[in-house]
Nanobody, 117 residues
Framework: QVRLVESGGGLVQAGGSLNLSCAAS??????????VGWHRQAPGKQRELVAD???????KYADSVKGRFTISRTNAKNTVYLQMDHLKPEDTAVYYC?????????WGQGTQVTVSS
């Protein structure tokens, strides 16, 4: 069974940092071939891509987080990370870990990130 479990969310002041982690249970499919990433959904807004990293290593960021957030992965640990620095109140959202393999998409349950001004 495929499962994505996020951790690391919480409450932080503007300008602070958080590091999100996502541990994947891949039902035997090598994590190295997964495309993985992070999406977020703020209250009253649609879900949006924050960052993703494909199996070959290419990385994409939303313009709103470029230069502040860093996505990385450790295939040996089936884990993807999101280091978030210089956080802003507008970064407040539920952050979801996402994974795609063989044309199927999977989502974690989400972790709340709240940035106070």
């Amino acid at each position: 069974q495929v499962r994505l479990v996020e951790s690391g969310g919480g409450l932080v002041q503007a300008g602070g940092s958080l590091n999100l982690s996502c541990a994947a249970s891949t039902s035997g499919i090598p994590f190295s071939i997964w495309n993985v990433g992070w999406h977020r959904q703020a209250p009253g807004k649609q879900r949006e891509l924050v960052a993703d990293i494909i199996s070959g290593g290419s990385i994409k960021y939303a313009d709103s987080v470029k230069g502040r957030f860093t996505i990385s992965r450790t295939n040996a640990k089936n884990t993807v990370y999101l280091q978030m620095d210089h956080l802003k109140p507008e970064d407040t959202a539920v952050y979801y870990c996402t994974g795609e393999v063989f044309g199927r998409n999977y989502w974690g349950q989400g972790t709340q990130v709240t940035v106070s001004s």
